[in-house]
């Protein structure tokens, strides 16, 4: 009965949230609280009657959701709209960053989320727009029209195509080749370093996830800058191989929203606790990406450098075979110490 999925739909409706405009996806008109202010708000919802709408990482901290409902952390929950809730209260619903400073008076109640899978897509379209996840719902007129099934093909990997390649010598491997990838609408760039000539072995990959912080300001909070270079000298010793630059930052929830994390270790929570308080999922990446990058350089069989078994298995789930994986971890520092050892307690990673 419908229409094919509109990709450029999706696109319109990421500006709209950014730009702090109405949108409506599949039955719900939303307004993301981050981009909002009274004024808007006001426009967007006179009776004040809508509802938030959050994610139940959220809601669990506000003892709106419990542990159970919580397994995945970006299911929609409705707040009730009580009278008192006005801008600067439905801010600090939405921002768990508040919470030390303000501690929220509630008593909050939830509703039966309307169109729940509406409400689950208007969540990752925030995240895709690099928004905090929560939403008012209202009746306003909505600036940009998308489906839930418009935001998937938006998502969707095997849209991307390889837009240029050029000679790029780079410090540890100077005949090296960059190639970037792009697909429509979508205004991340991917990156694949070529490293070294093809010799009839598996390449040696390492899929690298944007981190701003730590590639460029050399952060002392991850690995991730000593990865990078590390990854690309392992990658020339070996003969040859490709480092995917992946932007995905903040493990897909953006450079804000990870300094939103960020600010929440600097209350004590560690990398996982941090996103979920935010009602992100612990790692929102989609290797399906990567796969899609690999295929586009005709390969289907890599050594894969990494200690995260979740690499392993997003590939393997598209289609490209791992043969071997190998460890990359690098020395700890004062600052990162509790941040690998939750990645070996919490996440699987093999250190
Ligand atoms: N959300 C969030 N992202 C972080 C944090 N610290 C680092 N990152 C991001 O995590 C990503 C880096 O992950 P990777 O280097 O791919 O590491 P990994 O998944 O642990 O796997 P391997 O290094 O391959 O073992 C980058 O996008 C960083 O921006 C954090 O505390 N919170
Ligand atoms: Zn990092």
Sequence with gaps: MSDRPNPRAAARAVDALRRGWPIAIDGLTLLAVETADADRL?????????????????????????????????????????????????????????????????????????????AAAALRLARIAGLLPAFFLGSGAPEATATAADIDAHEDATRLVIATRARLPVEGAEDAEIVAFRSPESADEHIALLIGQPNGDAPLVRLHSECLTGDVLGSLKCDCGPQLHAAIHAIQHSGWGILLYLRQEGRGIGLVNKLRAYALQDQGFDTVDANTRLGFAIDARDFGVAARMLSLLGQNRVRLLTNNPAKVAGLEATGVTVVERVPHALPANPHNARYLATKRDRTGHQL
Excluded: C, M, Y
Aim: cysteine-free; glycine content about 6%.
């Design 42 to 118: 006001a426009a967007f919802d006179p009776p004040a009657t809508g509802g938030v709408l959050i994610s139940s990482g959220r809601a669990v901290t506000l003892k709106l959701a419990n542990q159970l409902e919580a397994a995945d952390p970006t299911a929609p929950v409705l707040v009730d709209r009580a009278p008192w809730i006005d801008f600067p209260a439905a801010t600090a619903l939405a921002d768990p960053q508040f919470d030390l400073a303000t501690p929220l008076k509630g008593p909050f109640r939830t509703l039966p989320v309307p169109h729940p899978d509406a």
